[in-house]
């Protein structure tokens, strides 16, 4: 990680082009090289989303970065309770996420792009609608952490109020467009909050912590025929109000 030269105030984007196109060119990568992430990388990474703001400067994340056998242990023990909530699914209750990710009724027009980007996806991919089988194939690539040779998961404690999760979400996107910045992908994944109590033992987080999500990242797979899926977001003019 480059040090500033100049103090905050002064610094000047020399090419704001490039910090556009790092947030423009990011997407939910869905599968990646088996190329190794340099240690040193990650730590940069991390360094720089470390100045993501945050409520009175409570910098509330907590990161646990899993990688080679640690990684496939906890990719190993996820898949297998995937598969049994998928053939039991009374099971779920042993898999509630800590807190409401989604709303619990959905109203347009949130619905409409939900139902957007499944269809998309499971269109480029040829998955039919009702093909359970694959659905759930697909599904489990999450688990996979879509092949991407580093697996993060994110992690907050329990005694932190909401406005953390903003906080939170500054953090995840500082890091994202950070990793843009060096060539490498990411996809932010909240698949991963039903299965916590298995996480939390595999990377030794307390019973003051609540997942909040996981991460994949590494270098994308650019002939994978799932990273050709993009998509929509509305113009601003949709969600802007100018107030004169």
Request: proline letters at 4%; hydrophobic letters at 40%; a neutral charge.
């Amino acid at each position: 990680m480059k040090e500033l030269t100049t103090t905050q105030v002064s610094t000047v984007i020399s090419d704001p082009g490039s910090v556009d196109a790092a947030i423009l060119s990011r997407f939910s990568t869905r599968a990646y090289l088996n190329k190794p992430v340099e240690k040193a990388v990650l730590e940069d990474l991390l360094q720089v989303a470390a100045r993501s703001p945050s409520g009175t400067n409570t910098q509330p994340w907590k990161v646990y970065v899993l990688q080679g056998a640690a990684k496939d242990r906890l990719v190993s023990e996820v898949c297998e309770a995937h598969n049994a909530l998928a053939a039991n699914p009374a099971l779920a209750a042993e898999h509630a996420e800590e807190y409401d990710y989604y709303p619990s009724k959905w109203v347009s027009p949130y619905i409409d792009r939900r139902r957007e980007c499944g269809f998309g996806l499971y269109g480029v991919l040829g998955i039919g609608k009702g093909d359970k089988e694959k659905m759930h194939l697909q599904s489990q690539q999450n688990f996979r952490f879509f092949g991407a040779p580093v697996g993060l998961i994110f992690t907050l404690d329990k005694v932190m109020g909401r406005g953390s999760l903003l906080d939170y979400g500054m953090f995840l996107q500082s890091l994202m467009v950070a990793a843009r910045a060096r060539g490498l992908h990411t996809c932010p994944q909240a698949a991963w909050n039903n299965f916590s109590k298995i996480i939390y033992k595999h990377v030794g987080a307390g019973e003051n912590e609540m997942m909040v999500c996981g991460m994949s990242l590494g270098y994308a797979d650019e002939e994978a025929l799932v990273n050709t899926f993009k998509t929509t977001r509305v113009d601003a003019s949709t969600f802007t109000h100018w107030i004169e």
